[in-house]
């Protein structure tokens, strides 16, 4: 069984996710891809969150391990500079 990663910040008790028994290369693919996406999604808010917050691109990028590049284009593609 794998660990549901999506409700982490949740109340309650992890959820579990049982894999499909043989599940094909493409299927664990798509399921990587979607999990990543998802990712993302939550990287960018937090980017977000963290500039109204106040902080600077190069402490966001500090803090959250990614590039001063990667935060400055998350920024940029939601229109905040």
Do not use: F
């Not at 500090?62 to 590039?67: I, P, T, V």
């Amino acid at each position: 069984m794998e660990l549901d990663r999506r409700n982490m910040c949740a109340p309650g008790p992890p959820t579990w996710i049982t894999p499909p028994a043989n599940p094909t290369a493409e299927a664990l693919i798509r399921a990587k891809l979607k999990e990543y996406r998802n990712k993302c999604k939550e990287r960018d808010r937090l980017i977000l969150e963290a500039k109204q917050g106040g902080l600077t691109e190069v402490a966001i990028a500090e803090l959250s391990g990614h590039s001063r590049n990667t935060v400055r284009s998350v920024l940029k593609n939601h229109g905040v500079s």
